[in-house]
């Protein structure tokens, strides 16, 4: 049964670090209000709402052996020094100034065991996976921002937002590696009673492949002889999936979905190998991440997952992250616009009146968002793309296209539909020297939002400066971009763990400005 930690330490005579330490000089320094593990004692560890954690443990899954705020609280430290579990552990066991971070005020008291940790991240991870339409970790970040936000009076009214792609930690495999590891992902788990059930010759076939690596089948042999063992395992991966069953094992369920992006059955005896060009960005990138999916970005391409991240931009000294999204990295970013802006005006408890993002945030539907809600102004920095050689201009209920290479401009008619026309939206278009050029609806609300953004002031358009800042504290640390953890869930817990992080550095800052205090 869940039961909730008392926050308030009991002093050890001989071990409360007030009588340890008594050099004058050192104990004003470790007591200082302004030290960074008092800042975060006071702003992050009391204010984490344990009884939030309290699905976790129910009377069949017993009492958590160790305080829900320190276990959160030290994933939140672990990403602000960007440690490793084994440092984490070493800092809090030595370290006088974690040790006090998480509440710990006698020289003698213990620390979490590594088997707590792990296993309230383990009992985290299945909640999370199990109810995702309440996520815990995202609910005790906006609690503990909202404190946070009306201790500091930080306003709410002007936000900004922007996304990061970040890699999982997975390889970069070529198609063949794919299929091989993900064969053998659901092989290897089978028992060997169940093994017997497939054909004899699949069986030996399987034995002898897989005692070779998938990547040196792939520099041995010719691009034709690779084809055919592609196509073979397409005929086993097919058979399989009538001899088993999702009770087989829980990796079945990559079968269907790794035989669908890459095969095809035009009868139950002819597979087909799928054309490169027709397989999805958000088909299987690896047996060991089925969440993780492709995107190219610019020119950097990214396995894994886009974060999403809110901040507030008022005239205030202190902003914080009020929103976090993650998901798979083929997740456009104009569809977290709405939910970003409700999360920030549930956590800040005002309506927000200003949005700054950049082009890739606009949508019609967003816009549609905006003319609802008339106290909300949404301004884009920029808009993706090459700028259109014909610049839209509406005049009264007329629609007139302006030549950039000419400066002419020309009539727009709406196109005409026919009776057999499905297309809801309209278009319109214009002759020039007898060539029709249309445009789409769309093409006319980005024009608007061109006409817009050209009326901006300066300073307006300078506020989503600093959010780049913010993004680069998300990549922070990571070895090539990539975070340590596979799986949408444990991306998205470690995703409010390093907001929380980062709101307690900017609290830090605000209270202290001097960079020594923290690291």
Not at 23 to 49: C, G, R
């Amino acid at each position: 049964m869940f039961r909730k930690t008392n926050k308030k330490p009991t002093i050890d005579i001989f071990g409360d670090y007030d009588r340890v330490y008594t050099n004058s000089s050192y104990a004003e320094k470790l007591f200082a209000p302004t030290a960074w593990h008092n800042i975060f004692y006071e702003n992050v560890y009391q204010m984490i709402d344990e009884a939030l954690f309290a699905p976790l443990y129910s009377d069949a899954m017993g009492a958590p052996n160790a305080s829900i705020a320190t276990l959160v609280s030290m994933s939140a430290i672990k990403e602000s020094f960007n440690l490793s579990d084994k440092m984490l552990f070493d800092q809090f066991r030595y370290h006088t100034q974690f040790r006090m971070a998480i509440g710990i005020r006698n020289l003698n008291d213990k620390i979490p065991s590594e088997t707590a940790y792990y296993d309230f991240r383990r009992k985290l991870t299945r909640y999370e996976v199990s109810n995702k339409q309440s996520s815990l970790m995202d609910i005790c970040f906006q609690k503990t921002t909202r404190k946070q936000a009306i201790k500091f009076n930080v306003s709410g009214k002007k936000i900004r937002m922007d996304s990061k792609l970040i890699g999982s930690q997975i390889s970069w495999d070529s198609r063949y590696v794919l299929i091989h590891k993900t064969l053998y992902t659901f092989w290897r788990a089978l028992s060997a009673s169940e093994k017997q059930k497939a054909h004899p010759e699949d069986q030996s076939y399987l034995a002898l492949l897989f005692k070779e690596k998938a990547d040196h089948i792939t520099y041995t042999e010719t691009p034709e002889e690779l084809h055919q063992r592609l196509v073979h395992l397409g005929e086993i991966i097919h058979r399989f999936l009538s001899l088993y069953s999702p009770n087989s094992h829980k990796h079945y369920a990559l079968l269907p979905r790794l035989f669908e992006e890459q095969y095809t059955a035009s009868d139950p005896a002819i597979i087909t190998l799928l054309p490169k060009q027709k397989i999805a960005a958000k088909s299987l990138q690896s047996p060991h991440d089925p969440d993780s999916t492709y995107r190219k970005k610019g020119d950097k391409q990214s396995k894994g997952y886009v974060v999403n991240v809110t901040e507030t931009c008022g005239d205030d000294e202190l902003h914080l992250i009020t929103s976090v999204q993650c998901a798979p990295n083929v997740t456009p970013d104009n569809s977290f616009v709405q939910s970003s802006i409700e999360t920030s005006e549930s956590v800040l408890e005002t309506d927000v009146e200003q949005v700054i993002a950049d082009g890739a945030y606009h949508s019609v539907e967003n816009d549609e968002y905006a003319e609802n809600n008339p106290d909300l102004d949404i301004i884009y920095t920029g808009f993706q793309g090459r700028e259109p050689r014909f610049e839209l201009i509406e005049e009264k209920e007329q629609l007139m296209a302006k030549d950039s290479q000419s400066g002419q401009i020309y009539h727009c008619y709406l196109v005409r539909k026919n009776k057999r026309s499905k297309e809801e939206s309209k278009r319109w278009y214009c002759l020039v020297e007898g060539k029709r050029y249309y445009f789409s609806e769309s093409a006319v609300e980005a024009a608007r939002q061109r006409a817009k953004l050209a009326k901006r002031s300066k300073e307006e358009l300078q506020r989503r400066n600093n959010v780049e800042a913010t993004m680069f504290l998300f990549g922070w640390g990571l070895w090539k971009n990539k975070i340590r953890y596979r799986g949408l869930v444990r991306a998205s817990i470690w995703s409010f763990a390093r907001a929380l992080a980062i709101n307690f550095k900017r609290i830090v800052g605000y209270m202290c400005p001097k960079p020594a205090e923290i690291g």
